[in-house]
């Protein structure tokens, strides 16, 4: 069992590497695209939709290779990487904590803040199980998982004070 921390790199406030595995660097208006690299090869990670809730992966050549669909109603999703289909399922009622699964197989636990020096920490069984642009694409999702739940709970604070 490995754990490793989406760590922001020195110098860089947008940039972040994960433990061996590969680097994220945000971009854009309030964070919200991205660029992956991992084994020589790179992503771009963008929001897409009217409400901007669906995350995608294209490689160099623009082929979407990896979507995140949210579900309506619970938390997580449906993960799509490179033709698979993965759960991101809820596993705190408390924190943004998510378990990303094939089926009844757990690769990984992950947890995102909205912010700071180390917004995600993951947990995973096999490294070798899970592919590095997997787990960056989905170490992204959280993070965007973690910040849209920040903020739904800071306007739900505004509006119960009357704010």
Not at 28 to 40: D, H, K, L, M, W
Not at 125 to 142: I, K, R, S, T
Request: with cysteine; net charge positive; charged share 25%.
């Amino acid at each position: 069992m490995a754990a490793l921390q989406l760590t922001r790199t020195p110098g860089d406030r947008r940039s972040y590497a994960l433990g061996g595995v590969g680097t994220l660097r945000l971009q854009g208006f309030a964070s919200r695209t991205a660029t992956v690299e991992a084994g020589g090869a790179r992503w771009r990670i963008s929001r897409r939709g009217l409400l901007q809730r669906r995350i995608e992966a294209t490689d160099e050549a623009g082929v979407t290779v990896g979507e995140f669909v949210p579900r309506s109603l619970r938390r997580g999703g449906t993960l799509r990487w490179d033709g698979r289909d993965f759960a991101l399922r809820g596993a705190s009622q408390w924190r943004e904590r998510y378990v990303l699964a094939d089926g009844d197989r757990e690769f990984a636990v992950i947890e995102g803040k909205s912010w700071g020096r180390r917004p995600v920490k993951v947990t995973i069984e096999e490294a070798a199980a899970v592919e590095p642009g997997l787990l960056l694409f989905a170490c992204f999702v959280v993070r965007g998982l973690a910040e849209d739940a920040t903020a739904a709970a800071g306007g739900g604070a505004t509006a119960a004070s009357g704010g």
